[in-house]
């Protein structure tokens, strides 16, 4: 159980186009989402936390006009690169809130920005 | 959240035990211990997690001492696939309305 799915793995986009990717909760219902982003050999760092039916929190130095995220549903939320770049260009990865009993994350999404 | 200091890497034999390290000396009373690991190009995966008592599931074995400065990972009998970053983070349960703070942890490398 406590399954996350999380599409595309891998995209590969035009600079200046958007890219959405979604994260799903398969089997329990999650009203906190997480979005992290992680550079090469780097450590995940957390962009943003996505609650059910309300606005996104943003980390400091999150672009929050670049980096939409809508969470519609109890099962479901979106990120989306606006306007990528390729300093955009990094591994995306979501997780699921479990409340007391911990998270669940996604496989996450490699994105190469061209 | 309290500060947590891992190696950055660690080498272990196949089949051996792999001891993995973290401290945590400025630990409050009502900070949890995980361990989270994170195979390349993966997202994390829940390993374990303690206060003050030692715990063991069937992955992995947690040793929490008894100042609860430091704990210790123990992989029983390493294989090829543990090979991964583990993430030792130390918090408090808040009923996951917020996100985890990942270190460097230590990349364990097992060795055929």
């Known amino acids: 159980g406590a399954v996350v799915s999380q599409h595309p793995s891998r995209v590969i986009c035009k600079s200046g186009t958007s890219v959405k990717i979604e994260c799903r909760s398969l089997d329990f219902q999650a009203t906190t989402m997480f979005w992290y982003r992680q550079f090469p050999k780097q450590s995940l760092m957390l962009m943003a936390t996505s609650n059910e039916g309300s606005k996104a929190t943003y980390e400091q130095g999150v672009e929050k006009d670049k980096f939409l995220i809508n969470h519609a549903s109890l099962t479901l939320s979106t990120l989306t690169v606006t306007s990528a770049h390729p300093e955009d260009s990094s591994f995306y990865i979501c997780?699921?809130?479990?409340?007391?009993?911990?998270?669940?994350f996604g496989s996450g999404t490699r994105l190469t920005v061209v | 959240d309290a500060k947590t200091t891992q190696p950055p890497s660690m080498d272990c034999a196949e089949g051996r035990a792999a001891n993995l390290p973290c401290n945590h000396s400025t630990i409050s009373g009502n900070e949890y211990v995980y361990w989270y690991r994170q195979i390349h190009s993966q997202g994390p995966q829940y390993i374990i997690h303690g206060l003050k008592n030692n715990e063991t599931n069937e992955m992995a074995s947690l040793i929490i001492t008894e100042d609860r400065k430091s704990s210790t990972l123990i992989l029983p009998h390493a294989t090829l696939r543990d090979t991964a970053v583990y993430y030792c983070?130390?918090?408090?349960?808040?009923?996951?309305?917020?996100?985890?703070?990942f270190g460097k942890g230590t990349h364990l490398i097992i060795q055929p």
């Open positions: 983070i130390v918090r408090v349960v808040r009923g996951g309305a917020d996100g985890l703070t």
């Open positions: 997780s699921a809130s479990r409340g007391d009993y911990g998270y669940t």
